[in-house]
């Protein structure tokens, strides 16, 4: 689980480094930069972080690029945080 927080902590870091995407990933959950440390103690935020991610697969491959991650590996780190294998 370990391995599926540290993927899912990448793409967080990565999003904050995309500002148009990280604006995306706020409008679509309904989150505001001012409470994104809180919600990232909430149950089910890394796995949201990862179903952003793979709810777009021309995102997902820019990610994957940027950062050497294979697509499965995504895939996986989300199924490991509770991620249902019906997203995406």
Avoid: K, Y
């Avoid at 391995?3 to 480094?17: E, K, P, R, S």
């Avoid at 679509?28 to 793979?54: C, I, K, Q, Y």
Wanted: glycine share 10%.
């Amino acid at each position: 689980m370990a391995d599926a927080q540290d993927t899912a902590i990448a793409v967080l870091v990565w999003l904050a480094g995309e500002p148009e995407l990280m604006g995306r990933f706020l409008a679509l959950t309904g989150l505001e930069a001012d409470n994104l440390r809180d919600a990232a103690t909430e149950p089910g935020f890394l796995a949201g972080v990862l179903s952003f991610l793979m709810n777009h697969e021309p995102t997902l491959m820019d990610f994957c690029a940027a950062s050497g991650t294979r697509p499965e590996d995504v895939s996986r780190a989300f199924l490991a945080l509770g991620g249902s294998s019906e997203a995406g």
